[in-house]
Nanobody
Framework: VQLQASGGGLVQPGGSLRLSCAASGRGFSINVMGWYRQAPGKRRELVAAITRTGSTNYADSVKGRFTISRDNAKNTVYLQMSSLKPEDTAVYYC???????????????WGQGTLVTVSS
């Protein structure tokens, strides 16, 4: 199973950006998909997560500004980021918790990371 993230870039404060992450491979069923981020010199933190049935969880710092969604048919998760602030600057990593070969994997599958820079 591979996760491919895309959509990062440079955006001005107050702007918007949409991240995507698609999972590919065979023989798996994804339960939770989500995004972490890691800013320079800081620990990786959970940004948002969404279950297969659509239940969501957000970090307090992004509530009301970020929206996570997914397309189960495409095994793809999205992160719509609005009202971006300089403190949102980080490398964003997608992840998936999934069932494969009879084993449930938690925080074991990660995308390659995509850089989001919020600056004027």
């Amino acid at each position: 199973v591979q996760l491919q993230a895309s959509g990062g870039g440079l955006v001005q404060p107050g702007g918007s950006l949409r991240l995507s992450c698609a999972a590919s491979g065979r023989g798996f069923s994804i339960n939770v998909m989500g995004w972490y981020r890691q800013a320079p010199g800081k620990r990786r933190e959970l940004v948002a997560a969404i279950t297969r049935t659509g239940s969501t969880n957000y970090a307090d710092s992004v509530k009301g500004r970020f929206t996570i969604s997914r397309d189960n048919a495409k095994n793809t998760v999205y992160l719509q980021m609005s009202s971006l602030k300089p403190e949102d600057t980080a490398v964003y990593y997608c992840y998936a918790d999934l069932l494969r070969g009879g084993t449930y994997y938690t925080n074991n599958y990660w995308g390659q990371g995509t850089l989001v820079t919020v600056s004027s």
